[in-house]
C-alpha cells in the first residue's frame, strides 16, 4: 500500500524559512501535493510536484526526489497567518489521493 | 461561483440514528470525494465518485453509502451512526482525471455521534 510520514509539529519565527519534509511509501507514484490547512478550515492546495526538483509559487516551495521517496514543502518568510498544519498528498493512482498526518506550524513573533 | 458546499454544517446525532450530508459543486468537476477528519489526523478517503453514475469504495467506507445523485451533487448517508464515526467529514471535487490534479474542499461537516 501507501503511506506517508511528516512531523508531527514544527515551529519557526516570523521572517525565518521553515522546511517541512514528508517521506512516502508507494509500488507506484503519481506525484505529490501540499496542502494548507488552517483551524477550523478546509485543505487548500498549495503546490504539486511530478518530477523530481523544485517548484516555486511565492514564498512557498516544494521540493521531490523520487529517488529518495522524498519531498518538502519551504516556506519564506514566515508571518504569523502561516500557522497551519500542511499536509503532504500521494496520488495514489486511479482517483485516489492519500493524505499524511499533518505537519502543525507554529510562527512565533 | 461558490466552489463546493456542504450541508449541514454541524450536526449532532444519537447512536443508531441516520443521516445524510450533502454535497454540491458548481465547477462542473467530474469526480467528487468525501473524506473524515479525526483530531490530529490526515484526510482518509471513504468512497469517490470518478464521474456521474459511478462510486467507488476509499480506505474507510464501512458503515457509509453513498450517491452520485448528478454532476453536481454527491451525498454521504449514515444508516446507524456509531460513536466511532464522530469526526469532521470533508467533500472535495476536482476537474481532471489523474490523482494529483488539485482538489477543491468543501467547508466541512462536524458530525457528534453521541
Known amino acids: 500500500g501507501q503511506s506517508l510520514e511528516q512531523p508531527s509539529e514544527v515551529t519557526a519565527v516570523e521572517g525565518a524559512i521553515v522546511q517541512i519534509n514528508c517521506t512516502y511509501q508507494?509500488?507506484?507514484?503519481?506525484?505529490l501535493s501540499w496542502y494548507q490547512q488552517h483551524d477550523g478550515g478546509a485543505p487548500t492546495f498549495l503546490s504539486y510536484?511530478?518530477?523530481?526538483g523544485l517548484e516555486e509559487t511565492g514564498r512557498f516551495s516544494s521540493f521531490l526526489s523520487r529517488s529518495d521517496s522524498y519531498g518538502y514543502l519551504l516556506l519564506q518568510e514566515l508571518q504569523m497567518k502561516d500557522s497551519a498544519s500542511y499536509f503532504c498528498?500521494?496520488?495514489?493512482?486511479?482517483?485516489?489521493?492519500?493524505f499524511g498526518a499533518g505537519t502543525r506550524l507554529f510562527v512565533k513573533a | 461561483n461558490a466552489g463546493v458546499t456542504q450541508t449541514p454544517k454541524f450536526q449532532v446525532l444519537k447512536t443508531g440514528q441516520s443521516m445524510t450530508l450533502q454535497c454540491a459543486q458548481d465547477?462542473?468537476?467530474?469526480?467528487m470525494y468525501w473524506y473524515r477528519q479525526d483530531p490530529g489526523m490526515g484526510l482518509r478517503l471513504i468512497y469517490y465518485?470518478?464521474?456521474?453514475?459511478?462510486?467507488d469504495k476509499g480506505e474507510v467506507p464501512n458503515g457509509y453509502n453513498v450517491s452520485r445523485l448528478n454532476k453536481r451533487e454527491f451525498s454521504l448517508r449514515l444508516e446507524s451512526a456509531a460513536p466511532s464515526q464522530t469526526s469532521v467529514y470533508f467533500c472535495?471535487?476536482?476537474?481532471?482525471?489523474?490523482?494529483?490534479?488539485?482538489?477543491?474542499f468543501g467547508p466541512g461537516t462536524r458530525l457528534t455521534v453521541l
Open positions: 472535495a471535487s476536482r476537474e481532471g482525471q489523474g490523482s494529483t490534479d488539485t482538489q477543491y
Open positions: 508507494t509500488s507506484g507514484f503519481y506525484g
Open positions: 465518485s470518478a464521474s456521474e453514475g459511478t462510486t
Open positions: 498528498a500521494l496520488g495514489a493512482g486511479g482517483f485516489k489521493t492519500i
Open positions: 465547477m462542473n468537476h467530474n469526480s
Open positions: 510536484n511530478a518530477l523530481d
